[in-house]
């Protein structure tokens, strides 16, 4: 029998003791009794909720209210000023704490009662925020943010602004959550870790996990909840790589942006590799799937990459126009055609695949899909003949080829050494900006300096490996400005902090040991190659990777050096 509503409160609780804490295991097993004790219709807001998101990306559905509309409801609410802000900002760090500390002063001046609520009220409350569309929605989503704000006491208001902005400071993401649930309902970590990749959905997986082991055993993939994408690892060389897998299946490596797509009767969506639902963005990805893939229900996966004139490849930057707008203007199909190339399959007509070896899903994919749908490929040992195959992708205008095991199954969310991409272009880092400086003479209106930082996924917390200023069009530079303003927190000086958000690919001549930093590393002559519109923060190059280059070019120069003796 289901016993009283959990509070929001209760829940608040619990992040703020996660806040303070440092040690794993008890983290987890904090989480796992909290979870334990709620209703079964707070299960999945609760688990949502602790990992700071309301709905997964995926959902279609999403609050669209950033830190500019909070920072207007709750000014409004409790009477602050700009400075106010900042200078109590300044002494916290956090935006959420802020809130707390704004509400705190208010309500010792008057004496506020609040009302009491709770997780399922303060869900469906999110949800009416998520629904508001159309004309004025904008307004609507302002004034259900701002009743919410009024009705929360000052602890709640600084969870209520952390989860709305999905920021996640306690350091609890979904890898531990995957450890209190299976802690809770006394189920295999492997079990459940497999159903939250297969399904993306942290929440659902908590249900499952409830019903217990065989439930976790029997599920496959739920159709249009995108499963979480294999990755791959890089090798320097194509002798590295097929010394690795032995004999191997190569593909061409596209330069374009990775899709999954799912597919029931003549529903089609389509989902970035950042999970999001982008159907509406490549009408024709949905029509060479409806006319080229004989298939009732399928998952399968691909590269989407731009086309020129000639048919060829156009660079990335060109891919991402259909995405995001620039200068106000969104590019149609007719200005930046695009073509799919299909390379695995994940689920064909009731069979989830993802436990066969690579070489049975391609032989299914290339059974169901015209040929001009699967990316170009061999089979092969000999290193001549690989060789061969890659100059042919280079000459062809891409960017270098993705070596893979045959034997290997698909394994949802794993970076792994399966999958070897070998590429022409010598190393580059992905980064996520942390701060941006004014820029100099023409450039001083400009945030045109940036902190570029990698990620630690065991803290959450990205760590700066260099600063840099150079590699963005005046138009990039424009739009890069405009963003990094709605992301700041704080200001220093020339110097804006912002909440970690953007990507950007970075080249750079060497990586150097640094005191400097805390993160021990510094990259020299660094220069931004392009924005990562399709990744996220925490897909971005990890600290680990940077010292994985820094030692391998370190052996390198050892190597070098040792041979000019
Ligand atoms: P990069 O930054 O090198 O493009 P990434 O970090 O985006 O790589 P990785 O997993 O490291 O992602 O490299 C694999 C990516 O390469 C895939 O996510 C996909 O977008 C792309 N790709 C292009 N062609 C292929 C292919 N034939 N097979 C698999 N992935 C491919």
Partial sequence: MDSAPMLFEELCLLCEKLEGMSGKNAMVALVSDFIKRLNGDELEPAVRFIVGEVLPPWSGKELGVGYKTVYKVVSDI???????????????????ATVQALFERRRRAQRLVTKRLTIREVYERLL?????????????????????????????????????????RHGFGEALMEEAIAKAFGVPLRLVHRVSMLTSDIGLTARIARMGRRALEEQGVVLFHPVRPMLAERASSLREALREVGEAIIDWKLDGARVQIHKRGRVVRVFSRRLSDVTQSLPEVVEAVLGGL????????????????????????????????????????????????????????????????????????????DEELIVESIRTSDLREAERFFKRAIEEGHEGVVVKDPRAPYTPGVRGRRWLKVKAAPHTLDLVIVAAEYGHGYRYKYLSDYHLAAYDPETGRFLVVGKCFTGLTDDELEMMTRRLKELAVKQVGRVVYVVPKVVVEVGFAEIQESPHYPSGFALRFPRILRIREDKSPQDADTIETVRRVFEEQRARQRISSGGSH
């Fill in 78 to 96: 409790v009477g602050a000023s700009g400075d106010e802000w900042l200078r109590l900002f300044n002494a916290c760090g956090d935006f959420g």
């Fill in 128 to 168: 009416r925020v998520c629904d508001a569309s159309g004309e004025g929605s904008r307004k609507r989503k302002e004034r259900l943010v701002a009743s919410l704000f009024s009705d929360a006491s000052p602890l709640e208001a600084k969870y209520l602004a952390k989860v709305i902005l999905g920021e996640r």
């Fill in 294 to 369: 004989s298939a009732e229900e399928a998952v399968v996966e691909g590269e989407v990459v731009a086309v020129g004139e000639d048919g060829g490849p156009m660079p990335f930057q060109y891919l991402m126009r259909r995405f995001r707008r620039v200068h106000g203007v969104r590019e149609s199909r007719e200005d930046v055609p695009v073509k799919l190339y299909l390379f695995d399959a994940l689920y064909l007509d009731g069979e989830l695949l993802i436990d066969r070896p690579l070489e049975e899903r391609r032989e299914l994919l290339v059974g169901r899909a």
